[in-house]
Structures are given as C-alpha cells and as structure tokens.
C-alpha cells in the first residue's frame, strides 16, 4: 500500500491569522482540503492519515466528510515540533501497516502537488527504498565572507545543487527504524530539521524525485495569493 501522512500540525504564527493557515478558507474550501484532494485522486495513494493539532481533530473529520475524503483513515495529534509531529504520524502505523509499504510525508499547507509529482516520488521509493522531491536551483549562491558580511568571494555552482520539498517518500521499515533512532540519539530533530536531513544525518543516501515550481509552502499571505492566483489560472493551450 502508499500511504500518505499529511503533516497539519502547525500553528502558522507567520500567516498573522486567527485560525492555523491550513484551516484558512480559499473560495469557501479550507486549505488542507485542497491538499487532500491532490492525494485522494491519485490512483496510488490506498489511505491518508492526518497528523493535526490538538482541538482540531474533529474539524479535519467534519471537512473530510464534507469535501468527499473517503481514504482519510487516521488523524493524530501533533507535536511540538515538525519532527515531533512526523514522529507521531509514523508511530501510529506500527502494527496497521506492513514494512514494504510506501510513506509519503507531505506539508498540509503545499496544497498544489501535481500527480507527476505523486507518482515519480512513489515510483522511485519503490525502487530504492526512499525518494525526495527536488527541483534544479536557477539562481547564483554566493557564500557570505566571515569577516564582513556585506562580501563575498566564493560561490557554490548551482549545477551541483538541488532544492527538496514535500512529497517524500520512504518504505516503512526505513522511516520507522530510523524515527526511533533519530530520538533514541537525538540526532536529526532539532530546528527546521525534517525527514530527509535527519536521513542524511543518520547516513541515509537519498534519491532525487521530480518536483515541481507550482508546489509552493504557503507561508505568508503573498504565498497565499499566489496560490489564489494558481487557482483562478487558465492555461494557454497552444503552449507546448
């Protein structure tokens, strides 16, 4: 099975809104329904499970049943950290799941990923075990000097690196192993820490998935009306 765990566990104090942005309503659907749908029409994906904040358990089920979510099967309380939310998502399927299952963890708030997208990350888990969405970087990194910062004299060329997002991949046994690992150890899950780097940092080589531009974080209220504006678009059709 691929089983997508869908991380709505924050409280987006950088929106400045009332309610978490997940919830935030988007042409009278909230956020979070927007990204479900992505997994719920996927032919690929057999459940979703919800990691979400306290207090909001039974708003996810009310929305889900509204907006037709059939294979939600589990919502689960967050924690006080991504990675601690992550960890909470992927505990609660010990036992519901088998080790050759395929996880996908993805930000509740990223709600445009594209099918492409769904199946190159899940394909490419099947193949090696784990896969990152990535996307080529198309602007020059400049390493800021130590001595004044307002300089530079190094530059990384960008062909060698790459920008990751969510969706992520992973066969079960690897992300649960290495979950307990990473807080047996404390290892890989502190600050903006998240499944791919505590990966790394456990000496997990990652492989690259296709990724996407349209797949933004929506983070402030500019990314919000830009995905409004992602909504309302209508694509040319004698673009190639």
């Known amino acids: 099975m691929n089983i997508a ?21 988007v ?3 909230p956020v979070l329904i927007y990204t479900l749908e992505s997994f719920q029409r996927h032919e690929a994906i057999d459940l979703i499970e919800v990691v979400c904040i306290d207090g909001w358990h ?5 929305y889900a049943k509204q907006f037709n979510i059939t294979k939600l099967k ?11 939310s992550i960890r909470n998502g992927v505990y609660n399927l010990e036992g519901k799941v088998s080790n050759d299952d395929i996880i996908i963890v993805h930000d509740g708030i990223r709600p445009l990923v594209e099918p492409s997208v769904l ?12 896969a990152v969405t990535s996307m080529p970087y198309n602007e020059q990194i ?37 979950y307990h690992e990473a807080f047996e150890k404390q290892i890989g899950i502190f600050g903006s820490s998240y499944t791919n780097t505590m990966m790394v940092e456990l000496g997990v080589t990652l492989h690259f ?11 402030s209220k500019d990314d919000l ?11 040319d059709t004698w673009l190639k």
């Open 27 to 29: 042409y009278d659907k």
């Open 5 to 25: 765990v869908i991380i709505a566990g924050g409280t987006g104090n950088r929106m400045g809104q009332d309610i978490p942005k997940q919830f935030i309503n």
């Open 142 to 178: 400049f390493v800021v000097d130590k001595k004044d910062e307002t300089t530079t004299n190094q530059y990384i060329p960008r062909e060698t690196i790459r920008r990751v997002a969510t969706p992520q991949a992973y066969n079960f046994k690897l992300i649960d192993t290495k």
């Open 58 to 62: 039974d708003v996810v089920a009310a």
């Open 225 to 235: 009306e830009i995905f409004k504006a992602y909504i309302k678009l209508e694509k």
């Open 74 to 84: 589990w919502i689960v309380s967050g924690g006080q950290t991504g990675q601690e």
């Open 119 to 130: 199946t190159d990350v899940i394909e490419k888990a099947k193949k090696f075990g784990n």
């Open 209 to 219: 998935a296709i990724g996407s531009d349209k797949n933004l974080k929506l983070t």
